[in-house]
């Protein structure tokens, strides 16, 4: 009788706390569920300022860079040491030369900072020409018509070194390189530009030289509109974080990395558009990381991938998958040391499809992966060996030509498939002076030749090493959805004026800058001003993401525990 009188409590209990077990199970960072970035929303990668390099200068603070004794026009900053010193939001356009010095950048942490680079030449020898050390944003504009040029030492000094500064152009915040004009980046001791956050580049001419990373940066890098040229010793762009939640994303523009170990390397890498063109000794694309969310997805652009002289490298690379839907892809990877076209975690349950685009990819034979059967466009997979410098053609049954490509490196398998290949159809592959009548028939499931000429499983693209214990991570499509910053600076900048209650020198009561030397240029400006607005930054889950098999086992035991509380509901009413 007792349990009787509350069986209605006790049912409302067992339903609150089936509905929180299901609520934990859905949040990604209890489950850590898996999911695969299919499609980035261009929208939300690049905000209103972030495409904005016309703002205007009329009241931004003057400086002119200068051995003899650098001057500013203007408050929010201070030269001190020969270096040039920013530490309030607002607008500042630099032009002149000098041999060593630095830009610094000590704002408040949600202050928005626009540089206008007006030809300028800076060199440092002992630490990073523009330096970032706290601000909500920086924008770093290249004037139409200039050429600006930074370039770094190659020894920094121990003080840098131990804060962890390692390129010529160094953020610790989001940074945007935009405009049309063109800047020329050549770091002798590590990378090029780092951002420890977002970095955007959204117009400009850049050419980066580096011993190591041209470009290397935390949590994303997203192109829109610009040309660049990468030299590097290592990597020509690098994205990574301890999250493994790093995503690269080209929308347009031109990306040409005439040398560099690997090309492109994140977690997700999403090319959209635009033209690439990348030389590597390692891998050419590189969906790196271990968390189940590595995926390369191609939807546009052309891309050239050329690896002559690697070993054990691959064209492009996914740790899980590579999805396919448009564009023109060509990989040319040499014959020998295991170097293959196209790898991706098909012994770890992942996909390469295709459903649209233009692919032609020549490599190794022996453990050549090819496109999945559940591929909506045909392909087709042939063993085939010829020496560097031989043209692959595909023709339809009436002779058209879909495709026809000279193919710079040696290679024993090709991989090819055009939107005019369909399931069924009959075509002629020619390698060389080798023509070959085949029906296509999406038989190259997971990487395995099928009945094009036989062949190894697919291979993991590490060669002999291990990968660690795989594990599932939380990951959205990487696309951020973003307000759009304000265009205003400090109204007390753009005035002139030094707000009351400051000291001459525009110190604000917490900032502890250098004691500025005696008859040391320019003044400290307003803090306080109408500062841009703070950008809100949320991921958008992807509508189609897969759900793992932890997850759904976990949600059916939360299913049958509500269930049985309704049958222990249902008997004890009827028991009353």
């Not at 390099?53 to 200068?66: E, F, G, N, Q, V």
């Not at 192109?223 to 990468?230: F, N, P, Q, S």
């Not at 900048?493 to 008859?519: I, K, L, Y």
Request: charged share 20%.
């Amino acid at each position: 009788m007792a349990t009787h009188k509350h069986i209605d409590a006790i049912c409302i209990v067992i339903i609150m706390f089936t509905l929180l077990l299901t609520i934990l199970f859905m949040n990604g960072k209890t489950l850590e569920i898996q999911t695969v970035a299919r499609e980035e929303n261009s929208d939300a990668m690049f905000t209103d300022n972030d495409l904005d390099a016309a703002w205007d200068t009329a009241d931004a603070t003057k400086i002119t860079l200068s051995d003899e004794g650098s001057t500013v026009s203007g408050n929010g900053a201070y030269v001190y040491n020969g270096d040039i010193h920013i530490v309030y939001a607002g607008k500042y356009m630099l032009s002149g030369t000098l041999s060593d010095g630095s830009i610094i950048v000590e704002a408040d942490n949600d202050d928005k900072i626009w540089l206008m680079l007006s030809g300028v030449s800076i060199h440092s020898e002992d630490g990073a020409v523009i330096r970032v050390e706290q601000a909500g944003k920086v924008f770093l504009t290249l004037q139409d018509g200039t050429m600006n040029t930074l370039s770094s030492g190659s020894a920094y000094s121990e003080e840098t070194v131990s804060a962890g500064v390692d390129g010529t152009i160094y953020s610790r915040d989001d940074l945007t390189i935009n405009g049309t004009g063109s800047l020329q980046v050549t770091a002798e001791y590590q990378h090029g530009i780092v951002c420890n956050d977002d970095f955007v580049i959204t117009g400009g001419t850049l050419n980066v030289t580096a011993i190591q990373d041209a470009i290397h940066a935390n949590d994303s890098v997203r192109i829109k509109e610009a040309d660049l040229t990468l030299s590097a010793g290592d990597d020509g762009i690098t994205v990574s974080n301890d999250e493994e939640t790093s995503f690269l994303y080209v929308e347009s523009g031109k990306i040409s990395i005439p040398s560099c170990c690997e090309g492109l390397e994140a977690v997700q890498i999403t090319i959209a558009g635009g033209k690439l063109d990348i030389a590597a000794t390692d891998d050419g694309l590189n969906a790196s990381g271990y968390s189940g969310s590595s995926v390369i997805n191609i939807t546009g652009g052309e891309i050239t991938v050329t690896v002559e002289n690697g070993r054990d490298a691959d064209g492009i690379d996914s740790n899980k998958d590579i999805y396919i839907s448009g564009g023109k892809l060509f990989v040319s990877v040499s014959d020998n040391g295991g170097n293959y076209a196209i790898d991706y975690g098909s012994e770890y349950g992942g996909k390469c499809e295709i459903s649209g685009g233009t692919v032609l990819a020549c490599g190794s034979n022996g453990m050549a992966e090819g496109f999945d059967s559940s591929s909506s466009q045909g392909f087709l997979m042939q063993t085939a060996s010829a020496s560097a410098g031989t043209t692959v053609t595909i023709k339809d049954i009436d002779g058209n030509e879909l495709i026809s490509e000279k193919v710079p490196c040696s290679f024993s398998s090709v991989l090819i498939s055009t939107p005019d290949m369909k399931v069924g159809d009959t075509c002629t592959l020619i390698v060389g002076d080798t023509e070959t009548e085949m029906t296509i028939d999406n038989a190259s499931d997971g990487g395995s030749f099928g009945g094009f000429g036989g062949g190894m499983p697919g291979g993991n693209g590490f060669g002999d090493r291990q990968l660690p214990n795989q594990r599932s991570f939380d990951r959205n499509d990487g696309a951020t959805d973003v307000t759009q910053d304000s265009e205003t600076a400090s109204s007390d900048q753009q005035s002139g004026n030094t707000p009351s209650g400051f000291p001459e020198n525009g110190v604000a009561d917490g900032m502890q800058p250098p004691e500025m030397p005696n008859g040391a240029e320019g003044n400290m400006g307003n803090p306080n001003g109408n500062m841009p607005g703070q950008e809100n930054v949320s991921q958008a889950a992807d509508a189609g993401t897969p759900i793992s098999a932890e997850t759904l086992i976990l949600l059916g035991v939360s299913a049958i525990v509500l269930l049985a509380g309704c049958v222990v509901a249902i008997c004890y009413k009827r028991r009353g």
